[in-house]
């Protein structure tokens, strides 16, 4: 089992970046696929991105592809999620999450959920 915490969240200008991270307690972080997923009110979540074990293979929504950013540090056992030149659509709830086995994109292929951190972007 795996414990997620995310961090990193907070108010930004259109334009402007944030990094969220995500950190993972246990020592088999190595073993978990891990995915970015986002949820604004009164819309389904929705996958933004996931990243395979090793961190080599990578999957982002069509709409992020460009500006987000997902990386892994297994030594840390924290995902990240650099997230540039940010929209006001952006602005949702994001979570990660973690599945054992190869990536997946649907949330319904992941085992863990971290709390959520909001992000807000301003016009």
């Known amino acids: 089992q795996v414990q997620l915490v995310e961090s990193g969240g907070g108010l930004v200008q259109a334009g402007g970046s944030l990094r969220l991270s995500c950190a993972a307690s246990?020592?088999?972080?190595?073993?978990?696929?891990m995915g970015w997923f986002r949820q604004a009110p009164g819309k389904e979540r929705d996958v933004v991105a996931a990243?395979?074990?090793?961190?080599?293979?990578?999957y982002y929504a069509e709409s992020m592809k460009g500006r987000f950013t997902i990386s892994r540090d297994n030594a840390k056992n924290t995902v990240y999620l650099q997230m540039n030149s940010l929209k006001p659509e952006d602005t949702a709830v994001y979570y990660c999450?973690?599945?054992?086995?190869?990536?997946?994109?649907?949330?319904?292929?992941?085992?863990?959920w971290g709390q959520g951190t909001q992000v807000t972007v301003s016009s």
């Open positions: 999450a973690a599945r054992t086995g190869p990536i997946g994109r649907g949330d319904v292929a992941y085992d863990y």
């Open positions: 246990g020592r088999t972080f190595s073993s978990y696929a």
């Open positions: 990243i395979s074990r090793s961190g080599v293979i990578t």
